[in-house]
Antibody, heavy 121, light 107 residues
Framework: QLQLQESGPGLVKPSETLSLTCTVS??????????WGWIRQPPGKGLEWVGS???????YYNPSLKSRVSISVATSENQFSLNLTSVTAADTALYYC?????????????WGQGTLVTVSS | DIQMTQSPSSLSASVRDRVTIACRAS??????LNWYQQRPGKAPKLLIY???YLQSGVPSRFTGSGSGTDFTLTISSLQPEDFATYYC?????????FGQGTKLEIK
């Protein structure tokens, strides 16, 4: 049974870089047809798609974050990572890693449990 | 970006009630519309994809309909475990955007 697990610092200082890793277990990140992505949720608020990556390295980013965000994949380690630069308090959120798949449409069919990242000095 | 607007933002209902949640897109998205359920402290869970297709393992009391800009999620007979927040999401174009959520509470 495939599972996703986020890891990384829970506290990041303003203007620094937020870095998170998602480890995929129970299956291969290189399986064709699946994308891997990040979705975030500020405390008490709604969901925001951050970006996605294919195992080949092809990426898609939310334009609202595009200048600050990068997602990479490490197929040998079955992991993918998120970097978000120049963070502010507005980047405080629960960050989920997830699997995206195209059935009839693109769906997010598997989620990690989420990791809370707080931006504060 | 395509804006997704849900109504109502919150809803009180009783067990065995029938409820409907609406989702409107700012432009036509055909049937590129998904619904998710999020229980407190948990990750979202996919319920409905492509507007009307039930995800495997999801009870048949959940149904979705609509196309173009207007969509609905209906729960035919509320069960205690259905009290949660529901989100619609469009995957017609990037960035994939979500509605603001509808919180379904026990009356």
């Amino acid at each position: 049974q495939l599972q996703l697990q986020e890891s990384g610092p829970g506290l990041v200082k303003p203007s620094e870089t937020l870095s998170l890793t998602c480890t995929v277990s129970g299956g291969s990140i290189s399986s064709s047809g699946f994308y891997w992505g990040w979705i975030r949720q500020p405390p008490g608020k709604g969901l925001e798609w951050v970006g996605s990556i294919y195992y080949s390295g092809r990426t898609y980013y939310n334009p609202s974050l595009k200048s600050r965000v990068s997602i990479s994949v490490a197929t040998s380690e079955n992991q993918f990572s998120l970097n978000l630069t120049s963070v502010t308090a507005a980047d405080t959120a629960l960050y989920y890693c997830a699997r995206l798949v195209t059935t009839i449409v693109v769906v997010i069919d598997l989620w990690g449990q989420g990791t809370l990242v707080t931006v504060s000095s | 970006d395509i804006q997704m607007t849900q109504s109502p933002s919150s809803l009180s209902a009783s067990v065995r009630d029938r409820v409907t949640i609406a989702c409107r897109a700012s432009q036509s998205i055909s049937t590129y519309l998904n619904w998710y359920q999020q229980r407190p402290g948990k990750a979202p869970k996919l319920l409905i994809y492509a507007a009307s297709y039930l995800q495997s393992g999801v009870p048949s009391r959940f149904t979705g309909s609509g196309s173009g800009t207007d969509f609905t999620l209906t729960i035919s007979s509320l069960q205690p475990e259905d009290f949660a927040t529901y989100y619609c999401q469009q995957t017609n174009s990037i960035p994939y955007t979500f509605g603001q959520g509808t919180k379904l509470e026990i009356k």
